[in-house]
Protein backbone atom coordinates (compact mmCIF):
# COMPACT_ATOMS: atom_id res chain seq x y z
CA UNK A 1 0.00 0.00 0.00
CA UNK A 2 3.21 2.46 0.53
CA UNK A 3 4.03 1.91 -2.99
CA UNK A 4 0.61 1.79 -4.29
CA UNK A 5 0.16 5.42 -2.25
CA UNK A 6 3.22 6.62 -3.99
CA UNK A 7 2.00 5.43 -7.33
CA UNK A 8 -1.03 7.40 -6.93
CA UNK A 9 1.13 10.37 -6.80
CA UNK A 10 2.48 9.04 -10.14
CA UNK A 11 -0.36 8.74 -11.75
CA UNK A 12 -1.92 11.94 -10.79
CA UNK A 13 1.53 14.06 -12.36
CA UNK A 14 1.20 12.22 -15.35
CA UNK A 15 -2.73 13.09 -15.65
CA UNK A 16 -3.60 9.21 -15.23
CA UNK A 17 -6.68 8.13 -13.18
CA UNK A 18 -8.07 4.89 -11.19
CA UNK A 19 -6.57 1.77 -9.27
CA UNK A 20 -3.55 -0.58 -10.27
CA UNK A 21 -4.18 -4.15 -10.24
CA UNK A 22 -1.83 -4.36 -7.03
CA UNK A 23 -3.83 -1.98 -5.57
CA UNK A 24 -7.35 -3.51 -6.36
CA UNK A 25 -5.61 -7.27 -5.29
CA UNK A 26 -4.70 -5.61 -1.80
CA UNK A 27 -8.17 -4.15 -1.67
CA UNK A 28 -9.82 -7.10 -2.65
CA UNK A 29 -7.82 -9.18 -0.31
CA UNK A 30 -8.74 -7.03 3.21
CA UNK A 31 -12.78 -7.72 2.06
CA UNK A 32 -12.13 -11.03 1.29
CA UNK A 33 -10.30 -11.65 4.93
CA UNK A 34 -13.04 -9.63 6.90
CA UNK A 35 -15.39 -11.42 4.94
CA UNK A 36 -14.57 -14.96 5.67
CA UNK A 37 -13.41 -14.02 9.64
CA UNK A 38 -17.05 -13.14 10.26
CA UNK A 39 -18.68 -15.79 7.35
CA UNK A 40 -16.64 -18.06 9.67
CA UNK A 41 -17.73 -16.65 13.01
CA UNK A 42 -21.00 -16.53 11.73
CA UNK A 43 -20.88 -20.15 10.97
CA UNK A 44 -19.45 -21.30 14.29
CA UNK A 45 -21.89 -19.37 16.34
CA UNK A 46 -25.00 -20.97 14.51
CA UNK A 47 -23.35 -24.18 15.13
CA UNK A 48 -23.18 -23.53 18.74
CA UNK A 49 -26.76 -22.40 19.62
CA UNK A 50 -27.94 -25.17 17.42
CA UNK A 51 -26.23 -27.69 19.69
CA UNK A 52 -27.49 -26.07 22.78
CA UNK A 53 -31.12 -26.07 21.00
CA UNK A 54 -30.97 -29.33 20.31
CA UNK A 55 -29.71 -29.97 23.94
CA UNK A 56 -32.96 -28.13 25.33
CA UNK A 57 -35.25 -29.77 22.31
CA UNK A 58 -33.95 -33.54 23.64
CA UNK A 59 -34.30 -32.66 27.44
CA UNK A 60 -37.75 -31.60 26.63
CA UNK A 61 -38.63 -34.57 24.70
CA UNK A 62 -37.30 -36.81 27.35
CA UNK A 63 -39.06 -34.92 30.18
CA UNK A 64 -42.16 -35.77 28.15
CA UNK A 65 -41.65 -39.36 28.09
CA UNK A 66 -40.57 -39.29 31.92
CA UNK A 67 -43.48 -37.73 33.07
CA UNK A 68 -45.24 -40.64 31.55
CA UNK A 69 -43.14 -43.10 33.51
CA UNK A 70 -44.81 -42.55 36.84
CA UNK A 71 -48.52 -42.62 35.71
CA UNK A 72 -50.46 -45.72 35.70
CA UNK A 73 -50.98 -47.34 32.52
CA UNK A 74 -54.62 -46.85 32.42
CA UNK A 75 -53.69 -43.42 32.35
CA UNK A 76 -51.63 -43.49 28.87
CA UNK A 77 -55.00 -43.09 27.00
CA UNK A 78 -54.46 -42.88 23.06
CA UNK A 79 -54.07 -39.46 22.29
CA UNK A 80 -53.38 -37.52 19.06
CA UNK A 81 -53.23 -34.32 20.59
CA UNK A 82 -49.72 -33.76 21.91
CA UNK A 83 -51.00 -32.52 25.27
CA UNK A 84 -48.72 -33.07 27.77
CA UNK A 85 -49.60 -35.48 30.44
CA UNK A 86 -47.77 -35.83 34.14
CA UNK A 87 -46.39 -32.63 33.61
CA UNK A 88 -47.33 -29.04 33.82
CA UNK A 89 -44.68 -26.89 31.78
CA UNK A 90 -45.02 -23.25 31.27
CA UNK A 91 -47.90 -21.85 29.09
CA UNK A 92 -47.74 -18.82 27.14
CA UNK A 93 -44.86 -16.24 27.46
CA UNK A 94 -43.67 -14.92 30.22
CA UNK A 95 -41.37 -12.22 31.98
CA UNK A 96 -41.42 -9.56 34.33
CA UNK A 97 -42.47 -6.26 33.38
CA UNK A 98 -42.40 -2.49 34.83
CA UNK A 99 -45.47 -1.65 35.57
CA UNK A 100 -46.69 2.24 37.06
CA UNK A 101 -49.78 0.53 38.48
CA UNK A 102 -48.15 -2.40 39.57
CA UNK A 103 -49.58 -3.45 42.78
CA UNK A 104 -46.15 -3.11 44.73
CA UNK A 105 -43.81 -0.96 42.93
CA UNK A 106 -42.66 -1.59 40.43
CA UNK A 107 -42.32 -4.53 38.60
CA UNK A 108 -45.57 -7.41 37.82
CA UNK A 109 -45.04 -11.18 36.49
CA UNK A 110 -46.85 -11.01 32.96
CA UNK A 111 -48.23 -12.91 30.30
CA UNK A 112 -47.02 -11.46 26.95
CA UNK A 113 -47.97 -13.69 24.88
CA UNK A 114 -51.33 -16.64 25.37
CA UNK A 115 -50.43 -20.07 23.39
CA UNK A 116 -53.89 -22.46 22.11
CA UNK A 117 -56.09 -22.68 24.72
CA UNK A 118 -55.66 -26.28 26.41
CA UNK A 119 -58.42 -26.80 28.77
CA UNK A 120 -59.41 -23.77 28.99
CA UNK A 121 -56.13 -22.50 29.75
CA UNK A 122 -54.06 -19.92 27.74
CA UNK A 123 -51.09 -18.91 29.69
CA UNK A 124 -49.79 -20.37 32.99
CA UNK A 125 -46.98 -20.49 34.64
CA UNK A 126 -46.01 -22.94 38.02
CA UNK A 127 -45.44 -20.79 41.34
CA UNK A 128 -41.55 -22.62 42.11
CA UNK A 129 -42.77 -24.57 44.97
CA UNK A 130 -42.81 -28.92 45.52
CA UNK A 131 -46.41 -29.75 44.83
CA UNK A 132 -48.82 -29.72 47.82
CA UNK A 133 -51.89 -31.40 49.37
CA UNK A 134 -52.80 -28.67 51.84
CA UNK A 135 -51.81 -24.96 51.35
CA UNK A 136 -52.56 -21.35 51.70
CA UNK A 137 -51.91 -19.69 48.38
CA UNK A 138 -53.25 -15.69 46.99
CA UNK A 139 -51.78 -13.77 44.44
CA UNK A 140 -52.78 -10.08 42.91
CA UNK A 141 -54.17 -10.82 39.31
CA UNK A 142 -55.57 -8.20 36.73
CA UNK A 143 -56.05 -8.36 32.90
CA UNK A 144 -55.87 -5.63 30.96
CA UNK A 145 -58.44 -3.24 29.12
CA UNK A 146 -58.02 -5.21 25.65
CA UNK A 147 -59.14 -8.46 27.35
CA UNK A 148 -61.26 -10.49 25.29
CA UNK A 149 -64.88 -10.56 26.47
CA UNK A 150 -64.42 -13.72 27.98
CA UNK A 151 -61.54 -13.41 29.81
CA UNK A 152 -60.27 -15.46 33.06
CA UNK A 153 -57.58 -14.93 35.42
CA UNK A 154 -56.75 -17.21 38.78
CA UNK A 155 -54.78 -19.89 40.23
CA UNK A 156 -54.66 -23.51 39.12
CA UNK A 157 -54.07 -25.45 42.26
CA UNK A 158 -53.56 -29.67 42.48
CA UNK A 159 -52.57 -29.56 39.00
CA UNK A 160 -50.66 -33.02 37.60
CA UNK A 161 -51.05 -31.76 34.03
CA UNK A 162 -52.96 -29.39 31.69
CA UNK A 163 -56.30 -32.16 32.18
CA UNK A 164 -55.74 -32.76 35.79
CA UNK A 165 -56.49 -29.88 38.02
CA UNK A 166 -58.67 -27.36 40.08
CA UNK A 167 -59.03 -23.90 38.75
CA UNK A 168 -60.49 -21.24 41.08
CA UNK A 169 -61.32 -18.67 38.46
CA UNK A 170 -62.23 -14.82 38.48
CA UNK A 171 -64.49 -14.03 35.25
CA UNK A 172 -66.18 -10.36 34.00
CA UNK A 173 -69.58 -11.94 35.58
CA UNK A 174 -68.47 -14.62 38.39
CA UNK A 175 -65.95 -16.13 40.41
CA UNK A 176 -66.00 -19.91 39.32
CA UNK A 177 -64.21 -23.18 41.07
CA UNK A 178 -63.89 -25.74 38.52
CA UNK A 179 -62.36 -29.29 38.73
CA UNK A 180 -60.86 -30.45 35.05
CA UNK A 181 -60.67 -33.92 34.63
CA UNK A 182 -59.47 -35.02 31.20
CA UNK A 183 -61.31 -33.83 28.98
CA UNK A 184 -64.21 -32.84 31.63
CA UNK A 185 -64.76 -29.78 33.10
CA UNK A 186 -66.98 -29.82 35.75
CA UNK A 187 -68.36 -26.90 38.04
CA UNK A 188 -67.74 -27.50 41.74
CA UNK A 189 -68.99 -23.46 42.47
CA UNK A 190 -69.73 -20.47 41.49
CA UNK A 191 -71.12 -17.14 42.36
CA UNK A 192 -72.32 -14.00 40.13
CA UNK A 193 -69.71 -11.01 40.26
CA UNK A 194 -68.87 -7.85 38.37
CA UNK A 195 -65.14 -7.27 37.49
CA UNK A 196 -63.41 -5.45 35.86
CA UNK A 197 -60.55 -5.41 33.81
CA UNK A 198 -57.65 -2.94 34.56
CA UNK A 199 -58.39 -3.88 38.05
CA UNK A 200 -56.09 -5.81 40.95
CA UNK A 201 -57.64 -8.34 42.39
CA UNK A 202 -56.29 -11.31 44.99
CA UNK A 203 -57.60 -14.62 45.18
CA UNK A 204 -56.58 -17.00 47.59
CA UNK A 205 -57.08 -20.47 47.74
CA UNK A 206 -56.92 -22.72 51.70
CA UNK A 207 -56.34 -26.34 50.81
CA UNK A 208 -57.01 -28.95 53.68
CA UNK A 209 -57.36 -32.44 53.16
CA UNK A 210 -60.90 -32.47 50.55
CA UNK A 211 -61.76 -28.94 51.76
CA UNK A 212 -60.74 -25.46 50.09
CA UNK A 213 -61.68 -22.31 50.83
CA UNK A 214 -62.35 -19.55 48.45
CA UNK A 215 -61.36 -15.74 49.21
CA UNK A 216 -61.38 -12.47 46.89
CA UNK A 217 -59.45 -9.66 48.61
CA UNK A 218 -59.72 -11.07 52.16
CA UNK A 219 -63.42 -11.86 51.91
CA UNK A 220 -64.43 -15.42 52.60
CA UNK A 221 -66.70 -16.49 49.72
CA UNK A 222 -67.41 -20.34 49.35
CA UNK A 223 -65.96 -23.66 51.40
CA UNK A 224 -66.19 -26.47 48.91
CA UNK A 225 -65.54 -30.19 49.17
CA UNK A 226 -63.87 -32.46 46.31
CA UNK A 227 -61.64 -35.11 47.10
CA UNK A 228 -60.53 -36.19 43.35
CA UNK A 229 -57.06 -34.78 43.47
CA UNK A 230 -55.26 -34.75 46.50
CA UNK A 231 -52.12 -33.42 45.64
CA UNK A 232 -50.27 -30.94 42.91
CA UNK A 233 -48.25 -27.97 42.06
CA UNK A 234 -49.62 -24.25 42.20
CA UNK A 235 -49.67 -22.32 39.14
CA UNK A 236 -51.39 -18.89 37.54
CA UNK A 237 -53.11 -19.28 34.73
CA UNK A 238 -55.23 -17.05 32.14
CA UNK A 239 -57.92 -18.05 30.33
CA UNK A 240 -60.15 -16.59 27.39
CA UNK A 241 -56.98 -15.56 25.47
CA UNK A 242 -56.72 -12.69 27.57
CA UNK A 243 -53.30 -11.44 28.84
CA UNK A 244 -52.73 -10.81 32.34
CA UNK A 245 -50.31 -9.17 35.24
CA UNK A 246 -49.64 -10.77 38.36
CA UNK A 247 -48.13 -9.34 41.63
CA UNK A 248 -47.41 -10.52 44.96
CA UNK A 249 -47.74 -14.25 45.24
CA UNK A 250 -47.85 -15.56 48.59
CA UNK A 251 -47.29 -18.95 49.47
CA UNK A 252 -48.16 -19.01 53.13
CA UNK A 253 -48.29 -22.48 53.87
CA UNK A 254 -46.59 -25.34 53.98
CA UNK A 255 -43.89 -23.13 53.67
CA UNK A 256 -43.98 -19.40 53.46
CA UNK A 257 -42.99 -18.38 50.45
CA UNK A 258 -43.24 -14.77 48.97
CA UNK A 259 -42.60 -12.86 45.32
CA UNK A 260 -43.10 -8.97 43.98
CA UNK A 261 -41.25 -9.50 41.25
CA UNK A 262 -39.35 -5.95 42.04
CA UNK A 263 -35.85 -6.81 42.00
CA UNK A 264 -36.15 -8.92 39.01
CA UNK A 265 -34.98 -6.91 36.03
CA UNK A 266 -37.34 -6.57 32.81
CA UNK A 267 -37.74 -8.89 30.46
CA UNK A 268 -36.56 -11.85 32.90
CA UNK A 269 -38.54 -14.15 35.17
CA UNK A 270 -36.98 -14.41 39.18
CA UNK A 271 -34.53 -17.35 39.87
CA UNK A 272 -36.65 -20.70 40.05
CA UNK A 273 -39.82 -19.22 38.14
CA UNK A 274 -38.02 -20.05 34.84
CA UNK A 275 -38.36 -23.57 33.36
CA UNK A 276 -37.00 -23.75 30.07
CA UNK A 277 -39.33 -25.66 27.82
CA UNK A 278 -40.43 -24.31 23.89
CA UNK A 279 -40.21 -20.78 24.58
CA UNK A 280 -36.73 -20.87 24.68
CA UNK A 281 -36.40 -22.14 21.56
CA UNK A 282 -37.42 -20.87 17.72
CA UNK A 283 -41.05 -21.29 16.81
CA UNK A 284 -41.26 -24.92 18.54
CA UNK A 285 -43.65 -27.00 19.54
CA UNK A 286 -43.69 -29.79 21.55
CA UNK A 287 -46.25 -32.70 21.28
CA UNK A 288 -46.90 -36.13 23.34
CA UNK A 289 -48.83 -39.09 21.16
CA UNK A 290 -50.47 -42.38 22.63
CA UNK A 291 -51.16 -45.29 20.20
CA UNK A 292 -51.66 -48.71 20.19
CA UNK A 293 -48.54 -50.39 18.88
CA UNK A 294 -49.16 -52.98 16.09
CA UNK A 295 -52.68 -52.99 16.97
CA UNK A 296 -52.01 -53.96 20.86
CA UNK A 297 -54.45 -52.48 23.34
CA UNK A 298 -52.41 -53.69 25.68
CA UNK A 299 -48.97 -51.85 24.54
CA UNK A 300 -48.84 -48.56 24.55
CA UNK A 301 -46.07 -46.60 21.53
CA UNK A 302 -45.80 -43.01 23.44
CA UNK A 303 -43.98 -40.92 21.37
CA UNK A 304 -42.57 -37.46 22.09
CA UNK A 305 -41.64 -34.80 19.49
CA UNK A 306 -39.98 -31.71 19.87
CA UNK A 307 -39.57 -29.56 16.61
CA UNK A 308 -38.30 -25.85 16.02
CA UNK A 309 -37.18 -23.84 13.35
CA UNK A 310 -33.18 -23.24 12.49
CA UNK A 311 -32.25 -20.82 9.63
CA UNK A 312 -31.17 -24.49 7.89
CA UNK A 313 -35.27 -25.33 8.08
CA UNK A 314 -37.35 -27.24 10.67
CA UNK A 315 -35.53 -29.37 13.20
CA UNK A 316 -37.13 -32.12 14.98
CA UNK A 317 -36.33 -34.80 17.81
CA UNK A 318 -38.67 -37.69 18.38
CA UNK A 319 -38.07 -40.26 21.12
CA UNK A 320 -40.15 -43.26 21.51
CA UNK A 321 -41.12 -45.56 23.93
CA UNK A 322 -43.45 -48.66 24.41
CA UNK A 323 -45.40 -49.59 27.75
CA UNK A 324 -47.07 -52.67 28.44
CA UNK A 325 -49.90 -53.31 30.49
CA UNK A 326 -47.80 -56.52 32.04
CA UNK B 1 31.07 20.33 -25.67
CA UNK B 2 30.61 16.74 -27.57
CA UNK B 3 31.22 14.99 -24.23
CA UNK B 4 28.54 17.37 -22.29
CA UNK B 5 26.05 16.68 -24.98
CA UNK B 6 26.49 12.87 -24.71
CA UNK B 7 26.57 13.21 -20.88
CA UNK B 8 23.22 14.78 -21.10
CA UNK B 9 21.50 12.37 -23.92
CA UNK B 10 22.57 9.61 -20.98
CA UNK B 11 20.86 11.25 -18.30
CA UNK B 12 17.63 11.63 -20.19
CA UNK B 13 17.61 8.25 -21.13
CA UNK B 14 17.95 7.27 -17.62
CA UNK B 15 15.43 9.13 -16.69
CA UNK B 16 12.60 7.88 -19.56
CA UNK B 17 13.45 4.30 -18.25
CA UNK B 18 13.00 5.17 -14.36
CA UNK B 19 9.56 6.81 -15.25
CA UNK B 20 8.92 3.84 -17.53
CA UNK B 21 9.18 1.47 -14.68
CA UNK B 22 7.07 3.26 -12.68
CA UNK B 23 4.15 4.12 -14.95
CA UNK B 24 4.57 -0.50 -15.86
CA UNK B 25 4.97 -1.56 -12.60
CA UNK B 26 3.81 1.50 -9.64
CA UNK B 27 6.37 -0.96 -7.23
CA UNK B 28 9.60 -0.07 -7.95
CA UNK B 29 11.58 1.71 -5.72
CA UNK B 30 13.12 4.26 -8.16
CA UNK B 31 9.94 5.76 -8.44
CA UNK B 32 10.34 7.94 -5.78
CA UNK B 33 14.48 8.56 -6.56
CA UNK B 34 13.09 9.40 -10.23
CA UNK B 35 10.29 12.32 -8.71
CA UNK B 36 13.28 13.74 -6.90
CA UNK B 37 15.20 13.59 -9.65
CA UNK B 38 13.05 15.40 -12.43
CA UNK B 39 11.92 18.10 -9.76
CA UNK B 40 14.99 17.59 -7.78
CA UNK B 41 12.94 17.48 -4.76
CA UNK B 42 11.74 14.77 -2.02
CA UNK B 43 7.74 14.23 -1.15
CA UNK B 44 6.04 17.15 -0.59
CA UNK B 45 3.77 17.54 3.10
CA UNK B 46 0.60 16.73 1.44
CA UNK B 47 1.77 13.46 -0.01
CA UNK B 48 3.37 12.27 2.81
CA UNK B 49 0.54 13.01 5.52
CA UNK B 50 -1.61 10.91 2.87
CA UNK B 51 0.62 8.51 2.71
CA UNK B 52 0.85 8.66 6.47
CA UNK B 53 -3.12 8.30 6.56
CA UNK B 54 -3.44 5.78 4.36
CA UNK B 55 -0.97 3.56 6.15
CA UNK B 56 -3.35 4.28 9.58
CA UNK B 57 -6.38 3.37 7.72
CA UNK B 58 -4.57 -0.27 7.11
CA UNK B 59 -3.02 -0.72 9.96
CA UNK B 60 -6.66 0.19 12.06
CA UNK B 61 -8.97 -2.12 9.30
CA UNK B 62 -6.27 -4.82 10.24
CA UNK B 63 -6.26 -4.24 13.78
CA UNK B 64 -9.73 -4.10 13.42
CA UNK B 65 -10.20 -7.35 11.40
CA UNK B 66 -8.32 -9.48 13.89
CA UNK B 67 -9.74 -7.55 17.33
CA UNK B 68 -13.04 -8.80 15.93
CA UNK B 69 -11.45 -12.01 15.34
CA UNK B 70 -10.42 -12.42 18.67
CA UNK B 71 -13.43 -10.87 19.99
CA UNK B 72 -16.00 -13.46 18.07
CA UNK B 73 -13.84 -16.63 18.72
CA UNK B 74 -13.43 -15.64 22.18
CA UNK B 75 -16.71 -15.38 22.74
CA UNK B 76 -17.19 -18.57 20.87
CA UNK B 77 -15.03 -21.05 22.83
CA UNK B 78 -17.22 -19.85 25.63
CA UNK B 79 -20.08 -20.20 24.74
CA UNK B 80 -18.90 -23.36 23.80
CA UNK B 81 -17.79 -24.11 26.84
CA UNK B 82 -20.52 -22.92 28.87
CA UNK B 83 -22.38 -25.24 27.03
CA UNK B 84 -20.25 -28.33 27.46
CA UNK B 85 -20.76 -27.27 30.92
CA UNK B 86 -24.24 -27.45 30.51
CA UNK B 87 -24.55 -30.63 28.87
CA UNK B 88 -21.97 -32.45 31.63
CA UNK B 89 -23.86 -31.47 34.62
CA UNK B 90 -28.19 -32.36 32.93
CA UNK B 91 -26.07 -35.42 31.99
CA UNK B 92 -24.65 -36.24 35.27
CA UNK B 93 -28.42 -35.69 37.27
CA UNK B 94 -29.96 -37.39 34.75
CA UNK B 95 -27.57 -40.32 34.97
CA UNK B 96 -27.47 -40.10 38.97
CA UNK B 97 -31.45 -40.20 38.97
CA UNK B 98 -32.15 -42.61 36.79
CA UNK B 99 -30.20 -44.96 38.51
CA UNK B 100 -31.85 -44.12 42.07
CA UNK B 101 -33.67 -45.93 44.20
CA UNK B 102 -35.44 -43.38 46.15
CA UNK B 103 -34.67 -39.26 47.06
CA UNK B 104 -33.16 -39.12 50.39
CA UNK B 105 -34.93 -36.16 52.71
CA UNK B 106 -31.36 -35.76 54.28
CA UNK B 107 -27.70 -37.28 54.62
CA UNK B 108 -24.51 -36.84 55.64
CA UNK B 109 -21.90 -37.97 52.97
CA UNK B 110 -18.17 -37.52 53.43
CA UNK B 111 -18.86 -35.90 57.14
CA UNK B 112 -21.22 -32.71 55.61
CA UNK B 113 -24.97 -32.92 56.27
CA UNK B 114 -27.17 -32.16 53.64
CA UNK B 115 -30.53 -31.66 53.05
CA UNK B 116 -32.88 -32.30 50.03
CA UNK B 117 -34.46 -28.93 48.64
CA UNK B 118 -34.17 -26.61 45.56
CA UNK B 119 -31.06 -26.47 45.42
CA UNK B 120 -30.10 -30.06 46.68
CA UNK B 121 -30.63 -33.20 45.69
CA UNK B 122 -30.13 -36.43 47.34
CA UNK B 123 -29.89 -39.83 45.68
CA UNK B 124 -29.88 -42.95 47.50
CA UNK B 125 -28.42 -45.90 45.04
CA UNK B 126 -28.44 -49.21 45.00
CA UNK B 127 -24.84 -50.74 45.06
CA UNK B 128 -23.20 -52.71 43.00
CA UNK B 129 -19.70 -54.53 42.68
CA UNK B 130 -16.83 -54.43 40.22
CA UNK B 131 -18.48 -57.07 38.31
CA UNK B 132 -22.37 -55.38 38.43
CA UNK B 133 -23.56 -57.59 40.60
CA UNK B 134 -25.96 -55.69 43.37
CA UNK B 135 -25.06 -55.96 46.60
CA UNK B 136 -27.63 -56.35 49.00
CA UNK B 137 -28.94 -54.00 51.63
CA UNK B 138 -26.17 -51.29 50.54
CA UNK B 139 -26.69 -48.58 48.77
CA UNK B 140 -24.07 -45.78 47.37
CA UNK B 141 -25.55 -42.05 48.44
CA UNK B 142 -24.93 -38.96 45.80
CA UNK B 143 -25.77 -35.40 46.68
CA UNK B 144 -26.03 -32.76 43.82
CA UNK B 145 -25.77 -29.59 45.19
CA UNK B 146 -25.48 -25.74 44.24
CA UNK B 147 -22.68 -24.09 46.47
CA UNK B 148 -24.03 -22.16 49.24
CA UNK B 149 -20.64 -19.64 49.16
CA UNK B 150 -20.47 -19.70 45.27
CA UNK B 151 -24.00 -20.03 43.23
CA UNK B 152 -22.19 -20.57 40.29
CA UNK B 153 -20.61 -23.74 41.57
CA UNK B 154 -22.52 -26.73 40.61
CA UNK B 155 -21.25 -30.20 42.23
CA UNK B 156 -21.38 -33.66 43.07
CA UNK B 157 -20.85 -35.74 46.08
CA UNK B 158 -20.51 -39.38 46.49
CA UNK B 159 -20.25 -41.78 49.57
CA UNK B 160 -19.90 -45.40 48.85
CA UNK B 161 -20.96 -48.70 50.07
CA UNK B 162 -17.96 -51.40 51.19
CA UNK B 163 -17.80 -53.60 47.97
CA UNK B 164 -19.24 -50.86 45.75
CA UNK B 165 -17.72 -50.51 42.70
CA UNK B 166 -18.13 -46.47 42.45
CA UNK B 167 -16.14 -44.23 43.55
CA UNK B 168 -16.11 -41.94 46.54
CA UNK B 169 -15.56 -38.50 44.88
CA UNK B 170 -15.93 -35.22 44.73
CA UNK B 171 -16.50 -33.21 41.33
CA UNK B 172 -17.52 -30.02 40.41
CA UNK B 173 -19.96 -30.41 37.05
CA UNK B 174 -20.45 -26.30 36.61
CA UNK B 175 -19.26 -23.68 37.64
CA UNK B 176 -21.55 -21.42 35.28
CA UNK B 177 -24.56 -22.03 37.00
CA UNK B 178 -27.18 -19.01 36.42
CA UNK B 179 -30.31 -20.84 38.00
CA UNK B 180 -31.20 -24.17 39.45
CA UNK B 181 -33.78 -25.59 41.06
CA UNK B 182 -35.17 -28.59 41.64
CA UNK B 183 -38.86 -29.04 42.29
CA UNK B 184 -40.61 -32.37 43.90
CA UNK B 185 -43.95 -34.11 43.55
CA UNK B 186 -44.28 -34.19 47.02
CA UNK B 187 -43.69 -31.93 49.90
CA UNK B 188 -42.03 -34.43 52.15
CA UNK B 189 -39.10 -34.89 49.50
CA UNK B 190 -38.21 -38.36 50.93
CA UNK B 191 -41.48 -39.38 48.95
CA UNK B 192 -41.33 -37.83 45.93
CA UNK B 193 -41.25 -39.79 42.55
CA UNK B 194 -40.88 -37.13 40.08
CA UNK B 195 -38.17 -34.41 39.81
CA UNK B 196 -37.99 -31.26 37.72
CA UNK B 197 -34.98 -30.16 36.82
CA UNK B 198 -34.01 -26.36 35.80
CA UNK B 199 -31.02 -25.56 34.91
CA UNK B 200 -29.59 -22.51 32.80
CA UNK B 201 -25.45 -21.84 32.49
CA UNK B 202 -24.31 -18.98 31.54
CA UNK B 203 -20.86 -17.01 31.63
CA UNK B 204 -20.29 -13.72 30.15
CA UNK B 205 -18.21 -12.74 27.37
CA UNK B 206 -16.75 -9.31 26.35
CA UNK B 207 -19.66 -8.87 24.15
CA UNK B 208 -22.68 -10.63 25.22
CA UNK B 209 -23.94 -12.99 28.03
CA UNK B 210 -24.97 -16.09 25.99
CA UNK B 211 -27.10 -18.50 28.30
CA UNK B 212 -28.30 -22.32 27.40
CA UNK B 213 -31.02 -23.23 29.14
CA UNK B 214 -31.92 -27.06 30.31
CA UNK B 215 -34.91 -29.14 31.54
CA UNK B 216 -35.24 -32.16 32.95
CA UNK B 217 -38.18 -34.33 34.71
CA UNK B 218 -37.06 -37.28 35.94
CA UNK B 219 -39.17 -40.42 37.69
CA UNK B 220 -37.89 -43.18 39.74
CA UNK B 221 -37.69 -46.19 38.85
CA UNK B 222 -37.82 -47.67 42.56
CA UNK B 223 -39.29 -45.31 44.80
Not at chain 2, 6 to 11: A, N
Not at chain 2, 163 to 177: E, I, Y
Request: proline content about 4%; hydrophobic content about 40%.
Amino acid sequence: MFHASGSMFHSRRHGASGFTLIELLIAISILASMFVVIAASLKISRIAQQSAHQALAYGIASSLLEATAGLPFTELQNRATGTPLGIFPPHGTWEVKTDPNARSASNTLALTGTSTAISGISGALRIPTNAFGDFTAEAALKVPTTAPSGWSAGIVFRTLDFEHFYRYSLKSDKLLLERVQGATTTELWSQPASLATSTWYRPKVAASGANFTLYLNDTQYASVSDATYASGILAIASGGGTLLSADDVIVSSPSSLSWNFDTTNPGALPAGWRRPWIQDLPKATAALTIADWNGLSGIKKITAQVQWKEESGIKTIEITTLRSRY
Amino acid sequence: MKHETRSTEHKTRNSDAARNTCSKTMLHASCFMSNSRRGGKGFTTIELLITVAILATVAVVTADIFASHYLLFGSLSTTLETERSGFLAIENIRGATLGARRILGAATINGVPYSSGTSTLILELPAVDISGNLLPALYDTVVLYRDPTDQTKLWTETAVAVGSARQTTKRLLSDFVQDLIFLYNNNTVSSATQVDVSLIVSRATRATTPETPLSLTIDLRNP
